[in-house]
């Protein structure tokens, strides 16, 4: 068992491989001008600030050949995957599956919904596609999660007080011991971020638990680096 610098207290994490990286919809299209973020009014700019952090977790999980679980947010063509509820809501001009500069808008396969080119997912690493903002709600996220053993996730991705923690409430009802990373989560609204950091830890960590990058990063660099060190010499 290893620690991790955490708030609200250390994170202890098993290091018998039960850990994976969640990556929640670091899409072109909420990234990006000319996707679904901005067609309903937002700012996305402020999300770029997240990409080298993300970035930079994702090399330590490559590198300890550790899991790494992307989503994306998205719909099928025909739309059946999509309530009306959530196709009419804002009232914005550019809808669901309207064509926008990146293809349709929120649509699997379109330009637009693919995961930004930075972080693009490799061979093998697993993409869930979601048609809603939990990564749990139609998807076989969970299934996946207990067949491969993984009881610790570290959540990064945005925005994080829609999708991100949504995902990370319904992963904390399943049972799953939940870290999100502070500086490699964004919103649209800075308050809301701040807010989403201090709902999750009130009340001891009633959702889980927050911490920076680096400290995340310290804790598995120091520890797989030892273990493969240690397997090296048997
Ligand atoms: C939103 C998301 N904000 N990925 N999706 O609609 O948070």
Redesign the pocket.
């Given at each position: 068992m290893v620690f991790i610098t955490a708030q609200p207290y250390d994170y202890e994490l098993p290091l018998d491989g039960n850990v994976a990286l969640l990556i929640?919809?670091m899409q072109r299209d909420?990234l990006e001008p000319g996707g679904?973020?901005e067609a309903l009014g937002n700012d996305v700019s402020r999300l770029q600030a997240i990409v080298p952090a993300v970035k930079q977790l994702l090399e330590v999980f490559r590198t300890y050949k550790l899991p790494v679980l992307h989503t994306i947010?998205g719909h099928q063509p025909d739309l059946s995957d999509c309530p009306p509820a959530k196709r009419l809501r804002g009232k914005s001009q550019l809808k669901i599956g309207d064509v926008g500069p990146m293809g349709r808008i929120l649509i699997l396969g379109e330009a637009g919904n693919a995961i930004i080119p930075e972080l693009e997912p490799l061979a093998g690493e697993i993409v869930i596609s979601k048609p809603g903002?939990g990564a749990f709600y139609h998807t076989h996220l969970e299934s996946l999660l207990r067949e491969k053993k993984i009881t610790h996730l570290i959540i990064t991705g945005?925005?994080t007080e829609?999708?991100?923690q949504t995902t990370m409430r319904e992963a904390n009802d399943r049972g799953f011991e939940c870290l999100l990373v502070e500086d490699a989560t964004e919103s649209y609204f800075p308050d809301f971020k701040q807010s989403t950091l201090e709902m999750i830890l009130a009340q001891g960590g009633i959702v889980g638990w927050t911490a920076k990058a680096k400290s995340v990063i310290h804790t598995l660099e120091k520890s797989y680096k030892a273990a493969n060190t240690a397997n090296s010499l048997i």
């Open positions: 929640i919809d909420f679904f973020g947010e903002k945005v925005t829609v999708c991100v």
